[in-house]
């Protein structure tokens, strides 16, 4: 079907020859679906606009389905594994037709199958696979699977055996009741719902009478529906079981990892198990390589800001570093940088604390400091590799940050990062380290500070006035309040009434300049760099959250929240 859509296209001058070659080319190593695949090349602007030109093309209808408030009661006709194995919906029923969304309207077996399923005749309408998979998660959630799969589990009484206090619970009793098929279905459909709403975390929390449920979507922890109590210490044996933990250890923190496989993709879990007052506390952290973005055009910079790190990552040796808190992005930034340089002529090696993504290409050491493989020693054994480009997950003390810049002086290409609050201050850091600051204003090319953002929802965004205190706050020279103008989300369905939609990141970006580098050997302050890096046209953190928002990508409190 692909190369016939490409064909079409092309036909109907919507797209050249040589971008259906080269998506083509992408498609064929299952790199993922045709149409997402011309949307990322930017040879279309959005999947609807395909399928509304497929739609044109089959004589069908087209459905924003953002646009209609369904009932649910219609959209259950469909039970909802069919509607998730076949990425339909059902819209609306007049009298024995049902008129039902679907993706992929060359599929002459889906419409046969809904037809037997729900006893209607079907009338197909396209809408993009994006949409109907919100959609789904959306209407479905009342009796979602993992409801159903808890009423099962209450019917039963095979887990009866964990009902009494934790502490009284045998490790024999535990490994029978984590066998339990009806519990091994709920862990896993906990952890696959999970993926597919896109989350980050999965949060397993113990309380005195309850357990919580809690994903982490968009950087905010949103509570799932509640599980039964008396199940909770098989919920974490389980958990246990599938990290390779040890289920009879409950005073100690331990960690491990999941590898499970969901249709053609491998997801890693990274786990976490606390124990607390009440029982204790799992946090797994999803690392699903479909969800990792590391084309540097998407992950949100301004053009001006993305040429200079550009530049800077193309250098052929010194220090490259990365700054902000826990969660702001900066391995996914990394990888995109190293992504974008991996070439076979190069020989990449990293050191990560964890390794959170495999990549082709590049040589990936995990750093063991229990048994001395210290970010230091990885470094140093790096250098004896005939390495070209090095990666150090992160610079904790004085040693790796000196071996890191002597690295760089001797002709290699650095990357790493630092725990600061923005760009200017990361030098004196260095220096506070013990780093000498010549050898910081000779090594350093390129500093970059970021945060990570909520993003208003597209589909819902509508202006919102600002207030003249809140104008007043931002900060800013006056030039950048000229036009200023902010948004925020309504909620709809979209965004499951939330009014965000994913992410994106602000970025601080200070090239080491002569101006600069001369304040770093007279040992300037952090304001002092901060004001010749701003003089020189560096965007601070706040300026280009300020920038975001001027055009409809973030509200105001985003850029109060995240930026100073």
Do not use: W
Not at 100 to 108: F, K, L
Not at 253 to 261: H, V
């Amino acid at each position: 079907m692909s190369a016939e859509l490409g064909a079409m296209l092309v036909k109907a001058g919507k797209i050249s020859p040589e971008q259906l070659e080269q998506a083509l080319a992408i498609y064929k190593e299952k790199k993922g679906k045709f149409e997402q695949i011309l949307v990322s090349l930017g040879a279309v602007t959005s999947e609807e606009e395909i399928t509304q030109f497929v739609g044109k093309q089959l004589n069908m209808g087209t459905l924003r389905l953002s646009d209609v408030e369904l009932n649910p009661e219609i959209v259950k006709l469909i039970p909802l594994d069919i509607a998730r194995k076949f990425n339909v919906i059902a819209i609306s029923k007049l009298g024995k037709n049902l008129i039902v969304a679907i993706s992929d309207p060359n599929n002459i077996y889906v419409i046969d199958a809904i037809k037997f399923i729900t006893g209607c005749a079907i009338q197909p309408v396209i809408s993009p696979e994006k949409a109907i998979q919100k959609a789904i998660e959306s209407y479905y959630r009342d009796e979602s699977a993992i409801s159903q799969i808890v009423k099962g589990l209450e019917e039963e009484s095979g887990l009866e055996l964990v009902s009494a206090e934790e502490e009284g619970v045998s490790e024999a009793d535990l490994r029978s009741a984590v066998q339990d098929k009806p519990l091994v279905k709920l862990v896993d459909s906990l952890i696959s719902d999970a993926i597919r709403m896109g989350a980050s975390d999965i949060h397993f929390e113990t309380y005195e009478k309850r357990i919580r449920v809690r994903y982490r979507i968009d950087g905010d922890l949103r509570e799932m529906a509640p599980l039964p109590f008396k199940y909770r210490a098989a919920i974490v044996s389980r958990l246990k079981v599938m990290a390779d933990l040890d289920i009879s250890e409950r005073r100690l923190p331990q960690d491990g990892r999941i590898k499970i496989k969901m249709g053609e993709r491998t997801v890693d879990l990274r786990v976490s198990v606390l124990p607390t007052i009440y029982g204790e506390k799992v946090v797994m952290r999803i690392l699903d390589p479909k969800a990792l973005m590391v084309d540097m055009t998407k992950l949100g910079f301004n053009p001006e800001s993305l040429a200079k790190f550009d530049q800077a990552i193309h250098l052929p040796y010194g220090i490259i570093l990365v700054t902000g808190p826990t969660g702001s992005g900066k391995t996914t930034t990394l990888y995109s940088a190293l992504k974008q340089i991996n070439t076979v002529d190069v020989n990449i090696m990293t050191a990560e604390d964890p390794v959170e993504f495999n990549f082709d290409g590049i040589n990936q050491v995990l750093v063991r400091s229990d048994i001395g493989l210290t970010f230091a020693a990885s470094l140093r054994s790096f250098l004896r590799q005939d390495p070209d480009i090095v990666m150090v997950g992160e610079i904790r003390d004085g040693e790796t940050a000196e071996i890191a810049i002597r690295a760089a002086l001797t002709g290699h290409l650095v990357f790493s990062t630092l725990h600061t609050n923005d760009a200017p201050s990361s030098i004196n850091r260095l220096v506070d380290m013990g780093v000498p600051n010549y050898l910081v204003a000779s090594s350093t090319r390129l500093i970059m500070a970021q945060r990570m953002v909520r993003k208003v929802c597209q589909t819902c965004k509508t202006e919102s006035p600002l207030t003249a205190e809140q104008v007043a706050a931002l900060g800013v020279p006056d030039a950048m309040l000229r036009g200023i103008r902010a948004f925020m989300g309504k909620g709809c369905n979209e965004c499951n009434n939330t009014g965000f939609a994913g992410r994106t990141g602000i970025y601080e970006v200070m090239p080491i300049t002569s101006g600069i580098e001369q304040l770093i050997l007279t040992r300037g302050s952090d304001t002092e760099i901060k004001q010749q890096a701003v003089k020189e046209g560096m965007l601070t953190l706040r300026m280009a959250a300020i920038d975001k928002m001027k055009n409809g990508f973030i509200t105001v409190d985003e850029v109060f929240a995240t930026t100073s």
